[in-house]
């Protein structure tokens, strides 16, 4: 996402995963981004209306990197996108409920204390629909290209723009882990390279 986000675009980035995964994968660039996030109650709260206020205060396109939860948490923010011309791509990280929790150690019980039901909470909401309702345009992205080409795309229109990237939210946690295993060994390296240097 922020690889294709132009230089001084606005990138509002939800809670939970999206966060993180910027925290862990966005590299440092040369052109600029002015990056925004906002901590709700419970941690999702008005994200999306945070953004397309962020987005109207800029004449930069403007991207927010959200999960399904957080999103579908403030479809009423959505209204104001069929009044005013505002320009935002809604990228939707969708692993059909609360991903974030399968990092718990609460997940590894998830028979015994009804996991799925109370944490992980699985909408089964067809996001297209929604976009629909809004009268906004759609686009369900299955990999990294069709996501960055999406992007491009939507970040030429005027309006709000709706990029669906549904993942399950077990792969998502194992990618995760696996970047982060990937990202320490890297750190240890170099820093395995400095104590050799100095030695």
């Given at each position: 996402?922020?690889?294709?986000?132009?230089a001084?675009?606005?990138?509002?980035?939800?809670?939970?995963m999206?966060?993180?995964?910027?925290?862990l994968?966005m590299?440092?660039?040369?052109?600029?981004?002015?990056?925004?996030?906002?901590?709700?109650?419970?941690?999702?709260?008005?994200?999306?209306?945070?953004?397309?206020?962020?987005?109207a205060?800029?004449?930069?396109?403007?991207?927010?990197?959200?999960?399904?939860?957080?999103?579908?948490?403030?479809l009423?923010?959505?209204?104001?996108?069929?009044?005013?011309s505002?320009?935002l791509?809604?990228v939707?990280?969708?692993?059909?409920?609360?991903?974030i929790?399968?990092f718990?150690?609460?997940?590894?019980?998830?028979?015994?204390?009804g996991?799925?039901?109370?944490?992980h909470?699985?909408?089964?909401?067809?996001?297209?629909?929604?976009?629909?309702?809004?009268?906004l345009d759609?686009c369900?992205?299955?990999?990294?290209?069709?996501?960055?080409?999406?992007i491009?795309?939507?970040?030429?229109?005027?309006?709000v723009?709706?990029?669906?990237?549904?993942?399950?939210?077990?792969?998502?946690?194992?990618?995760f882990?696996?970047?982060?295993?990937?990202?320490?060994?890297?750190?240890?390296?170099?820093?395995?390279?400095?104590?050799?240097a100095t030695?």
């Amino acid at each position: 996402v922020a690889r294709v986000a132009p230089a001084g675009s606005l990138l509002f980035s939800s809670n939970s995963m999206s966060i993180r995964l910027l925290d862990l994968a966005m590299a440092t660039r040369a052109p600029s981004l002015r990056v925004l996030c906002n901590r709700g109650a419970s941690g999702i709260d008005g994200v999306t209306s945070s953004a397309l206020g962020g987005a109207a205060s800029s004449d930069q396109p403007a991207i927010l990197l959200t999960g399904d939860l957080a999103f579908l948490h403030d479809l009423s923010g959505l209204l104001i996108a069929r009044r005013e011309s505002i320009r935002l791509t809604i990228v939707v990280i969708d692993d059909n409920g609360g991903g974030i929790f399968s990092f718990l150690p609460i997940a590894a019980q998830a028979e015994e204390v009804g996991f799925n039901t109370l944490f992980h909470t699985p909408h089964d909401l067809d996001l297209q629909r929604i976009a629909g309702l809004f009268e906004l345009d759609y686009c369900a992205v299955r990999d990294v290209e069709t996501l960055e080409r999406a992007i491009t795309e939507s970040i030429k229109r005027v309006g709000v723009s709706i990029v669906h990237a549904p993942l399950g939210a077990e792969e998502n946690a194992a990618r995760f882990r696996a970047a982060v295993a990937r990202g320490s060994e890297a750190v240890a390296s170099i820093d395995v390279g400095r104590e050799g240097a100095t030695s």
